[in-house]
C-alpha cells in the first residue's frame, strides 16, 4: 500500500463530504459503525450502478471486490467512497461492461448532491479522476489481482426453473417467488455475507426464504428438494445464509 495518493486516504473528499452521515456516539463500537458504513457504501454502489445501466453481475462483482478490499485494510485508512466508484470502474471492465470514468464521478455527484449541475472538467474533476485510477490499482493489489468470482446468480436462475417445475403453473404465476428471490439475493450484498457463504448456498436460501414466505409448497420425496439442486447444502447453511440476511434487513432500519 505503500504510494498510494494521500487523497486516497482522506474523508473530505469534494463528492462525498455533503453525503457524509454522522458516525454516532463514543457508544458504538467502531465494528457496528463499519457494518453501517458498508451497508451505507454498497446502497451507493447499487443505486450508481442502475443509474449507470449496469447489469446485476457486474454490479455484485463491484460489491465484492469493495468487501474483499476491505477484507484486507482499516477502514479508516481510505474512503470508503472513493474505493467504491473505483470498484464500480474495476468491475465494468472485469465484466466486460465499460463504464467511463466521468460518468462514474458525474453521477457519483449527484448521489451526494441531488439536482446539480454535472462538474466541470476542471483541476478539481481531474484531481478525483486520478485518484479512482490509482484507487484502482490499489484494490488490485490488494485483492492480489483475483477479480473473477463466481456469483449465485447462474445457480439461483437454475434451480428457479427446476422448482417451478415442480409446482402448479398457477399456484406458481399467483406468488411472485422468482421475484422476492432475484431481490434477496441483491440485497445480500449490502454486507459481507456475500464472501463468507458459498454460491450454491446463497441461491438456495433466498429461493427457500422467498418460497416459505409465499408457502408455497414443493412435492415431498425421499430428499429435500434443496438437497436433490445442492447436494453439498445442509439445513444449518441456509439457517446461516437466512439469519446473515435477516441482520442486514435489521441494519437497515438502523440506518435510515
Known amino acids: 500500500m505503500e504510494g498510494s495518493s494521500s487523497r486516497l486516504s482522506t474523508h473530505d473528499g469534494p463528492l462525498w463530504q455533503a453525503g457524509r452521515r454522522d458516525s454516532g456516539g463514543d457508544a458504538e463500537s467502531d465494528s457496528a459503525r463499519d457494518v453501517k458504513t458498508h451497508f451505507r457504501v454498497c446502497r451507493f454502489i447499487m443505486e450508481t450502478g442502475v443509474k449507470l445501466g449496469m447489469r446485476s453481475v457486474p454490479v455484485a462483482t463491484a460489491c465484492v471486490l469493495y468487501h474483499r478490499f476491505f477484507e484486507r485494510v482499516s477502514m479508516r485508512a481510505y474512503e470508503p467512497y472513493l474505493v467504491a466508484m473505483s470498484c464500480v470502474y474495476l468491475a465494468g471492465k472485469v465484466e466486460e461492461q465499460h463504464i467511463r470514468t466521468r460518468d462514474i464521478i458525474n453521477v457519483s455527484h449527484r448521489y451526494f448532491n441531488s439536482g446539480s449541475a454535472p462538474l466541470e472538467c476542471d483541476k478539481e474533476f481531474w484531481d478525483l479522476r486520478d485518484s479512482v485510477v490509482q484507487c484502482e490499482l490499489l484494490i488490485l493489489r490488494q485483492v492480489n489481482f483475483h477479480v473473477s468470482f463466481e456469483h449465485p446468480h447462474?445457480?439461483?436462475?437454475?434451480?428457479?426453473?427446476?422448482?417451478?417445475?415442480?409446482?402448479?403453473?398457477?399456484?406458481?404465476?399467483?406468488?411472485?417467488?422468482?421475484?422476492?428471490?432475484?431481490?434477496?439475493?441483491?440485497?445480500?450484498?449490502?454486507?459481507?455475507?456475500?464472501?463468507?457463504?458459498?454460491?450454491?448456498?446463497?441461491?438456495?436460501?433466498?429461493?427457500?426464504?422467498?418460497?416459505?414466505?409465499?408457502?408455497?409448497?414443493?412435492?415431498?420425496?425421499?430428499?429435500?428438494?434443496?438437497?436433490?439442486?445442492?447436494?453439498?447444502?445442509?439445513?444449518?447453511?441456509?439457517?446461516?445464509?437466512?439469519?446473515?440476511?435477516?441482520q442486514l434487513y435489521d441494519m437497515e432500519a438502523k440506518c435510515i
Open 154 to 246: 447462474k445457480y439461483l436462475l437454475h434451480y428457479l426453473l427446476s422448482v417451478k417445475s415442480l409446482v402448479n403453473r398457477h399456484a406458481w404465476s399467483r406468488t411472485p417467488v422468482a421475484e422476492t428471490s432475484w431481490a434477496l439475493l441483491r440485497d445480500c450484498y449490502h454486507g459481507a455475507m456475500c464472501i463468507r457463504h458459498k454460491p450454491q448456498h446463497i441461491a438456495i436460501a433466498t429461493l427457500y426464504l422467498a418460497l416459505n414466505s409465499y408457502g408455497v409448497e414443493l412435492p415431498v420425496g425421499e430428499r429435500e428438494w434443496w438437497q436433490v439442486l445442492c447436494e453439498d447444502v445442509t439445513k444449518a447453511d441456509i439457517d446461516a445464509v437466512i439469519s446473515d440476511l435477516l
